[in-house]
């Protein structure tokens, strides 16, 4: 079922990560409206198991296509890792992962590394160093997303789970920052990276500090992707690819009259952290109770032998 | 409805930081048996509304309950600061959390902090300093337990969202628990406190860090309550106290025979992770379904009507 150019896009996170991806799009897609799920009741994702990071899934596109979003963005590494395939099987609507625009922009990062460092020596190409949550590397998306671009350059990944609660905390600069980065980042250099990925929506945040401690131990520049621009300027092509984006020419509008906020849970604290990624024109947000939905419910009434009970 | 003496305890905790007081229960009431659960499918509750925690610790609460348990342990700083006394008006058994001992145990320590100064000037009573996590902190159940006990000693708080990864990621000497340490104590050391509470069961592994920069900062020693140890030991005389403790005298036991690990999701990690807390002899642990459960299902049939929907 076609859904009409003027509905809105939907985007889901586990929590708030995600809106560094909405905030690439409102500047990649002006005309478009946006719906954003949070499920700040369940956050983080990237610790669970794929079987619950699944279940969660579906509840939270569920709420989305109840709501008539006409393509779907899944602005969490985790749920891009481990649930895209199932998304796409159950929803008739594109549904557009983090993981795959991540590595897109990686390859094209480390050809330019690989062409730049050819013209003074025959060093072997870099390899893709790729920082994310424990469930983003453990699921492997990444060397298979890069892998279905080039079989050029291997990526190598580390779990980094000081990075989220560092810019949760708005502790972006400074000693511990540094330390903390330069943890994950020294074994990846080590073990050959001269391109590195922000695999986790909240670590745009920390880009400035990745590119510093990179630039000192590497000696030289390193290339920095971050997967939720490169995200959004997927979403920009697929939406004129497929004829689905809005025709409406873009109006001065407000993040708050383009925005919806959606979250399952809205503990003290929220408005700041959710300024931290959209700045002060951040709109009020909804609660909304995921419970109301049967938990193991499949996207699609059709699909529902694919997820008894 | 009385429980046999042989019945187990029951614990819970939203995650694995319940584990240290599991520990301290393994020393200090050597004759019981335990089961825990850890909500890990939903983990952590610090950062979750009141509402959101009181649906998930009614959930966890039944799960011990319909297992048979004599007695409720809320190794939990957040559920017991927000839940506890909805649990014991629902429960027909003991229920012991972690902030009363927590309190009991630092007031104690601010009284001899209180006398020991005494002794050398006219200085202020000493204040206490309570780490613990966003909702803990919020929830303001260390002020209010300490108040019950003594109104001589005011208390002044801070939320340590780095220190849980930090303890799960093993990172627990060296510059960056010292500095994220620092962080948190040392505003706590200026508004005077005298005697510092680990508010949160994953805090004790960070004990000595703790102590060290506490004693570097303040020029002296200053005294850690560790709220995982205290509660054990109210446990040791409730059970006495209410006559129900284990009459068999203990046997030699293994962790593994005296402890049953129950958990909502088994991500990879996880066994690293609870050796960490129990150290080699953690028993495998079984995963179980809550959402088998009526989401908002309260703990008695008879209470329906305090939860609708």
Redesign the interface.
Known sequence: MARPRGAPLGVFDSGLGGLTVVRALLDEVPGERIVYLGD????PYG???AE?VI?YARGCARVLTDRGVKALVVACNTVSAVALDMLRAELDMPVIGVVEPGARAAVLAAEAVARARSEESDAPPPRIGVLGT??TI?SNAYPRAVQQRSTRFEVVGRAA??L???V??G?LDG??PE??VQ?YVEPLLAEGAGVLVLGCTHYPLLQPVVERVARRLAGRPVPVVDSATATARSVAELLEDGRIAARVPPREESHAERLQLLVT?????FQRVAELFLGEHTPQAEQIDL??LP??ASVTASDAELCPG
Do not use: F, H, I, K
Request: proline content about 9%; charged content about 25%; cysteine-free.
């Open positions: 700040t009741a369940r956050v610790t669970r198991s619950t279940r424990q469930g453990a789970p000081l989220v609660p560092l949760e905390e502790w000693e511990v330390l903390a943890r849970d809205l503990p003290g604290g419970n109301a938990s193991d």
